[in-house]
């Protein structure tokens, strides 16, 4: 069956806005519309709780979250450098989003949560350890910036992928890897303990 790129329909005019925003600051590296779309379905589907998103950039992933969220749930966003939480913050704000300026670890302040889309590496492997405590059970964690291994540069082939060993073996996730282009997967790992 032939890939169906529906990448420039069904945005939210306020994800628009951010990427041209991220765009005007040569940010380069907003979350995909594939993974918006996925982070939007996902966060549609909580009505109650927390969320985190480590890794804010210039607001898109932020943009799609916020397209879904419930008025009940409290959003964070976790961003290391001030100027692009101060930006995503003047376009972005309402009563239910707190942007934290920050490591991402400052985060555990206000968790556990429901749903965390871990965009930032340390999060996502070297300090993974400490990212899985902040996700309470039946919780969800979205990993994304996956390469198909078929697409792997050549010094990666034949070599261990920690990352994926680490979150599809985890005894405390039931975890899935999803192709969500031909050349672009994520995990989705949900809490079981």
């Known amino acids: 069956m032939p890939h169906i790129d529906n ?32 982070l939007r379905t996902l966060v ?3 009505t ?22 419930s008025q009940d749930v409290s959003f964070y966003t976790v961003d290391i450098l001030k100027k ?18 920050g490591d991402w ?5 206000y968790g556990p949560y429901k749903f965390i889309f871990a965009d930032v590496s340390s999060a996502k492997q070297g300090e ?19 390469t198909p291994e ?8 034949g070599k261990p992928d920690a990352l994926r060993e680490y ?5 405390h996730f039931e975890a899935q890897e999803l192709r969500l282009s031909p050349r672009e997967a994520c995990i989705i790992a949900t809490r079981n303990k």
């Not at 420039?8 to 907003?30: G, L, W």
């Not at 670890?105 to 302040?109: D, H, I, Q, R, S």
């Open 150 to 157: 078929e697409y792997w540069p050549v010094e990666w082939q």
């Open 167 to 171: 979150w599809l073996n985890h005894s």
């Open 48 to 69: 109650s709780g927390s969320i985190l998103e480590i890794g804010t950039g210039y607001g898109v992933g932020a943009a799609w979250i916020i397209s879904a969220l």
């Open 7 to 38: 990448s420039d329909k069904y945005k939210p005019t306020i994800v628009e806005t951010m990427r041209a925003v991220a765009s005007s600051h040569q940010f380069e590296f907003s979350c995909t519309d594939s993974i918006g779309r996925l």
């Open 84 to 101: 692009r939480i101060a930006v995503a913050k003047s376009y972005l704000e309402q009563s239910n989003v707190t942007f934290i300026t």
């Open 128 to 146: 993974a350890d400490q990212l899985v405590e902040l996700v309470e059970p039946g919780g969800i964690v979205l990993i994304d910036d996956l």
């Open 105 to 109: 670890k400052e985060a555990a302040l």
């Open 44 to 46: 549609g589907q909580i």
